[in-house]
């Protein structure tokens, strides 16, 4: 059992840096922090299209990373 989760849980982590590296920046670095970026922080954006595949994808894929995480701790126990 401990082998399929630790398994799981690579292939979770691998899907996760694919996901987050899909998807597109949200800001404009440092440049942006220092020359007034502040209309595009509290500005109202959501995310459309594949940004909100990419976004929803991202948070099932978190959530299953945290579950598989610590059900390996529990299993090495």
């Known amino acids: 059992m401990h082998a ?19 998807q597109s920046g949200k800001s404009a670095g440092l440049s942006g922090a220092i020359s007034g970026g502040a209309e595009q922080l509290f500005g109202k954006q959501k995310a459309r299209g594949l940004d909100l595949i990419l976004h929803r994808i991202t ?8 579950i598989l995480a610590v059900l390996v701790a529990y299993f090495e126990v």
């Open 4 to 22: 399929l989760v630790v398994t799981l849980l690579v292939i979770v982590s691998i899907g996760l840096i694919l996901v987050v590296l899909l």
């Open 59 to 66: 948070v099932v894929l978190a959530v299953l990373f945290i």
